[in-house]
């Protein structure tokens, strides 16, 4: 599982079990013995891609992201600890059911910022908005973690029906809106905003997101690969925001961004 989780690029059957045979000197029946375990488990699964079959992580039972984050299909039983907040997001289309690096840091980000930012928030009104919700897995944990309200938005129309779905799985139809508005149509500022986009968006956006950012509020930016970070976070700390945290997983890299 961790050469799985670790590998930058996804792996066949074949080259997996030939990496379990060198890695600890089992012979291939004993590796074949491993991998069909981990699949008879739901651990592993195969997906099927441009003519090739890869062995990745489940995502069809209970994953823990983070330190708080449990994400979970529906229907699947979990006996959360404490402080766990368990979210329920069914498989779709819409990008963010947490098999992506960058789901998984800005879920990570959302976190660190909720619990070791700006906890203060957790007791008073708090805002997010999530641009380019996809299945509205961030927009989702934000509210889970104690966040009052939130605004998600897309312009594919696949994934704003699916974060809908997801939000009601979630019974946060009261203060979770899910909408195809544009940036230009938002005219209110936020406590926090999300976006997990790609690294050009990201540096486009940042006039709208500083505007659409509270004063002493909170960022996460994720997609952007690691050869990116410094020159984007060097564009948001230039003026107006001052970075808090910086993770990356398989050269992809995600920032907690906190407002001046």
Request: aromatic residues 8%.
């Amino acid at each position: 599982m961790e050469r799985v989780a670790a590998s930058p690029v996804r792996l066949t059957p074949q080259v997996l079990e030939k990496t379990v045979c060198e890695t600890y000197g089992l012979n291939k029946a004993r590796a074949r013995e491993v991998l069909k375990k981990l699949l008879v488990n739901g651990q592993l699964e195969y997906i099927y891609e441009f003519g090739s079959t890869y062995l990745v992580r489940s995502f069809n039972q209970p994953v823990r992201i983070s330190a708080h984050v449990v994400v979970t299909p529906p229907g699947r039983g979990y006996p959360p600890a404490p402080d766990d907040v368990v979210i329920q997001i069914k498989p779709g289309a819409a990008f963010g059911g947490g098999r992506h690096p960058t789901t998984r840091l800005s879920l990570k980000a959302i976190e660190f910022l909720l619990k070791k930012v700006r906890p203060d928030w957790l007791q008073r009104k708090c805002s997010v908005l999530d641009i380019g919700t996809g299945s509205g897995i961030l927009a989702i944990a934000a509210l889970c973690l104690g966040v009052e309200r939130g605004l998600a938005i897309d312009i594919d129309p696949c994934a704003i029906s699916e974060a809908a779905e997801n939000r009601a799985l979630n019974h946060l139809e009261g203060r979770l809106t899910v909408s195809d508005f544009r940036l230009d149509d938002i005219h209110s500022s936020f406590s926090m905003v999300i976006a997990n986009l790609r690294y050009p968006s990201l540096k486009n956006f940042y006039p709208l997101i500083t505007r659409l950012t509270d004063s002493d509020g909170g960022v996460v930016l994720s997609g952007f690969r690691l050869h990116e970070r410094d020159d984007l976070i060097g564009l948001y700390t230039a003026r107006h925001f001052e970075a808090k945290w910086t993770a990356d997983e398989l050269d992809w890299a995600a920032t907690v961004l906190k407002k001046k």
